[in-house]
């Protein structure tokens, strides 16, 4: 059936991308061994640490963001390390899953999935790991299954107090250019990001920003790779160049995209997905549904996942969207499938698109027999005027 | 100030060019004199037809709207000819303007500019009119300017009625394409299209929809013109070509936006226009605001022109709405200047577009402080609501 | 059938549009209303005088340049002027047909359509004029029909010996981005100018540039006109907005092209130009074929159209080269049908596109059976190559 | 400095990417969650297949080429297993390096890189692996770095008759659909293919075909990894969808690329790239430089790599046709730096490409000093010519 009009691509990444970056991809690949793209590779390189906010290296991969999970991994671990991983979600479960391919042992530290990491948690478990068998602590910073974020400061504290010398590395796939982040004043040692979500780019592209710290981990890690090797990239990429042809159009796309975040600046950037995110979560709290992250100060601002109320399907309510009102929401996974369902208020966005993708959760819920109350439309758009003018001061101050 | 999203493009034309339409112009342009050219053009000119619905010939010009006005007038008519015209609005006013220009004498039948074509009016012009000094009626089917639309039937009977030999012209620029329309079945004489509105493309195309008795009145036709000579366009046109280079790549865009058209069907298209044109005036209703055009049997399904309170600015509103929302709405024309707002909700559209565009409309009205009840945009989410399964059924059966 | 790679459009004219200035009009179409718009508007209206070289006004019309040339009398002249027409080829006296559909009085100066306007015959006119009743001297700077130029300089000279009050209309549809040329500084009172050329640019936009002299004419002009009409376009203008919907996205694309044209330089442009028809006729000679412009110094930058030996055809060469080689030619125009052929070497091009284009035309003319001696491509070959160092030489220092 | 006109980009991979293909992929990204994805994801995987001329399945991996060489051992193999590698060139040497930092222990057949792989040596190495240690046999079917195609079906030969179970893998990164290749024919067990060569697509894609004995083998390899594992993706690709999130705009262009492939006919396309590598053997025989390939039937269809004359650099030479002529030509790798270059005539590519390539080849010897003769281009444009009816009647027959 022909859906008229653009899609609302209201998923949690991959976002929208902007024109002007599709348009910036959308031109002749070049020689990947030409002067020319030494100046772009570069570019590219360089632009994507501000993203990061490091003043040390980024890899970029011609691969997924799972493949950037395997290669922090991989470089810097050896067969039977341990690992500490916080299961906050289905990502993060993923990635442990990951893990226990790769031959490492994850010691896993749980939650409901409907709030941040366990800090108080971690920190137990590097107190006790008096012998330093833990190698790595891993965290995922936006939990794109559950819309919950983690303190990342927080669990580089935990490290510090326990005066533990395991890497810690971060998952920030969805958080990258939404959310605030900081590689280096964090003090992560690896940092693991994608092109899909606040970097608005299509899939295609993952990051490692890797800290000193990392790179000498890496020289001694015994796991048997080459693809994700780190030190490679590293010596190529001095020059601009890469060790294997690369994803040359993606980064094109790159460039263009990391000029759109200063363009607008990150602060501001940031503060946006903070206000949609609020916008969004008075929007289901009139509604009389709950959002799944339960303790604020965990508050994605990124996405918002929604519960549906008991005896609800959340994917027959998406399907509703989709077919009739031309709206993609995210599913429910792993033990949340068809339980909730993801609004994904990242990348290239805007007050009047989340009044659209509200709208179109409001209609839907309606035209699903979801038991609701009208009006969440109406508390979002209450709050975003409340606070469009305010907005709007601070960018003129 | 950088604005983040996509940018809501909510006047009444130029309206959003499908992503890929754009694609399909974005291709090397080609030998206008080869034979693949003689097989687009032959393509482009079939397809046009199909939405004025007339089996006879549309001459396509590489040229705005009111170039095809000009065409209409030059081709068939001589100087000091009388023609009858209904200033139904601005474009209406325009249009009168430009056949001064052409030396030709309007006879104006006026409205207060918030409904129609007055037909009772027209009908008795042309049985006054014994002697047959009217050479041509000219009507808009809709007013951009007001968001009225006439009833061209009704003319035509009018004509007929009145044994009238006039030439029945309409403007149609921002009809075609969102509002049913007929060239053959209406018997209308010369039809006047352009690009840029319900048939989605950038501007830059117009055209003229002639029938047997419109080129049998050019063989007559004393006004000195060249660029506009139906004739020669229509003996090249017979092969596919052209009497002089043609707009090539929006002749691309032309043949993709019009099999969009028939991949949606033009009936659902226009009811589509409807549906969102009925939500857009029960939103504009519930805040206490009132819809330009007073008579319901001309509502627009194109746009909605809505009046200002008194003692406040439409330009003031619209100027907020575009800096702080990100969104464009047309202004108010000629003598409705700063006193409406026009809001364009054809084309490319859909009920989450226009819930986007509504709320926009009912933020702004808070942020510029225009007086108002809240609740418009909730009264038509729930009008979509309610005929969205509707539609749905509709399209299933 | 299939083509595979790029098709060589070696017409002169639509030339190939640069994949930056496609992706530059592949941008959402904006509201013409808008500020951004009056932003864009005044760049491009600045952009493009700098191509004609004038201080002056520059008219862009969303039309073919057919439209321009009627512009330029409509708007200067009245019924029943005399023009003196200087007929050098296909253009010149499609351009002198327009006049005469103006209700002009053409006094036509011919030549044989192998050589550029004839001054000494224009100026014999203007001195025989003694009543001026010529109002406009009228020339073609580059037939495309024919491959040569005209000296505006000289014709302007002629102009000022008679101290002859006509206008001076220059069409430099073919040569405006390709060929030098100086409104202002050889006096010219009207140039009339075209996208789809040396500006690298779709068809769909044209030009005036007028100078105050042709302003002050068209105060006085009696043609019924509207759409070409200068003063309400300059009026808009001043602001950067038109009378009527422009061509938006053709404008994007305007602006690109001419800071392509910057960016390499006009001077070098021109000489590139040059060079390149240099090279193209050394290949024509070492054919053995003749090329149709018989005086060296009117010879074209631009293209080069070549006789075809007796009793073989243009069209039949054409076609082979076009079905088996998948390069387009120009054919021979008017009383040159089938005659010669045209090769085309203008807008964005180079030395291996050029190298690319001659092979064609000397594999075309064994595979048609055309009588001539191989060597062509060699000889421009060592042209090129000769003179690629001191062009190197020349950029570097 | 400016470069006007396109560049030719004659590397031997990436390749020019046709713009209906790039346009293709200028689309918005997609929910790769949605059932329009599943869609999408179908086609791709039977497209892919039908290139690979497997009825198997093939991986599409988000990765480049060398992450497919890693997935064909990682999946298939154990550490410790010994592989029998064939070294034809820097692409054999760079997958040997690899397999050895997977841990396999390569035994190396080696060649002078001036032909095809060895088979006799290889059955040899087979016959006298009576313990069958050797656990694959891996060849590059054409070997980017030479211009040397490898015989498979010989090496499937020397496995039958010496009875050896051990797995074929075969690297068609430069061949793929542009030279004939049969996966199933062959007995290939794993083909390795990337999408940036004869499939005209932008780098970021790579392939394995997998033949049952191999996913059998699979099952039991016990090499760490996680990314490249194949029995995740068929389980997900059975429904048109991805275990993690696909490079979904280079989905979009698969489709396309393919599409384009079938339209020409892969006969056709292989064809055409032998008959243009004739033409480039001719002319460089008339350069009196000298093919590195030498041995005739291992001839490249893809690429041609030329011997500089002893003392004269090739990327000094190269330089010169990148600066001067906007030419990208390959260089010598490895033991053939500055050695050779190499002219890729891969992809989407036609006769006035090809003698635009060679024209800037003989012009830059020239402009460089190189030693030779004139009159390669003019060979190349006789073969050209002699050889273009045969095409053409072949097609119309």
Redo the contacts between chains.
């Keep these: 059936?022909?859906?008229?009009?653009?899609?609302?691509?209201q998923?949690p990444?991959?976002?929208?991308?902007p024109?002007?970056v599709?348009?910036a991809?959308?031109?002749?690949?070049?020689?990947?061994?030409?002067?020319e793209f030494g100046v772009l590779g570069l570019r590219a390189l360089s632009s994507i640490k501000t993203v990061f906010k490091t003043a040390g290296d980024v890899i970029i991969?011609?691969?997924?963001?799972?493949?950037a999970w395997?290669a922090a991994l991989a470089n810097t671990l050896s067969?039977g390390d341990k690992v500490l991983m916080c299961e906050t979600g289905q990502f993060a479960s993923l990635w442990r899953?990951?893990a226990l391919?790769?031959?490492l042992e994850p010691q896993v530290i749980e939650t409901d999935w409907r709030t941040g990491a366990d800090v108080a948690a971690i920190a137990a478990a590097l107190q006790a790991d008096t012998g330093h068998r833990i190698k790595a602590v891993c965290v995922v910073h936006n939990e794109t299954s559950t819309g919950c974020t983690s303190d990342i400061k927080a669990v580089r504290a935990a490290l510090g107090n326990a005066e533990h010398p395991a890497l810690l590395m971060v998952d920030v796939i969805s958080s990258l250019g939404s959310i605030d982040y900081r590689h280096d004043d964090w003090g992560v040692d690896v940092t693991v990001g994608?092109s899909?979500k606040g970097l608005m780019l299509?899939?295609?592209l993952s990051f490692n920003a890797v800290s000193t710290k990392a790179r000498a981990a890496a020289a001694k890690g015994s796991?048997?790779?080459?693809?994700w090797?780190w030190e490679e990239m590293l010596k190529a990429n001095s020059t601009g160049f890469f060790?294997?042809?690369?994803?040359?159009?993606?980064l094109y796309g790159l460039v263009a995209a990391v000029d759109?975040l200063h363009?607008?600046?990150l602060d501001?950037?940031f503060a946006?997905h903070q206000r949609h995110a609020e916008a969004t979560r008075r929007a289901v709290r009139a509604w009389g549904l709950e959002v799944l992250c339960r303790t604020p100060e965990h508050y994605s601002g990124a996405l918002t996942a929604v519960l549906m109320p008991d005896g609800h399907s959340a994917d027959a309510f998406r399907k509703v969207v989709?077919?009739?009102?031309?709206?993609?929401l995210g599913?429910g996974l792993g033990r949340l499938a068809d339980r909730v369902f993801r609004i994904g208020h990242l990348g290239?966005?805007?007050?009047?698109?989340l009044?659209?993708?509200l709208?179109?959760v409001?209609?839907g819920l309606?035209?699903a027999g979801v038991p609701h109350q009208?009006?969440g439309?109406?508390a979002a758009?209450?709050y975003?005027?409340d606070t469009?003018?305010g907005v709007?001061d601070a960018?003129a101050a």
Tied chains: 1, 2, 3, 4.
């Design positions: 059936m022909f859906k008229p009009g653009r899609h609302f691509l998923i990444g991959p976002t929208n991308v024109d002007d599709l348009r991809m959308d031109q002749p690949t070049m020689d990947h061994r030409s002067p991969y011609p691969a997924s963001g799972t493949g395997e067969p899953k990951l391919r790769l031959g994608g899909q299509p899939p295609g796991m048997r790779h080459s693809y090797n060790p294997y042809t690369p994803a040359t159009n993606l759109r363009a607008e600046g501001t950037v946006r989709h077919q009739q009102l031309n709206m993609s599913n290239d966005f805007n007050d009047l698109m009044a659209g993708t709208s179109g409001e209609m309606k035209l009208s009006g439309l109406q758009l209450e975003l005027t469009a003018s709007c960018q």
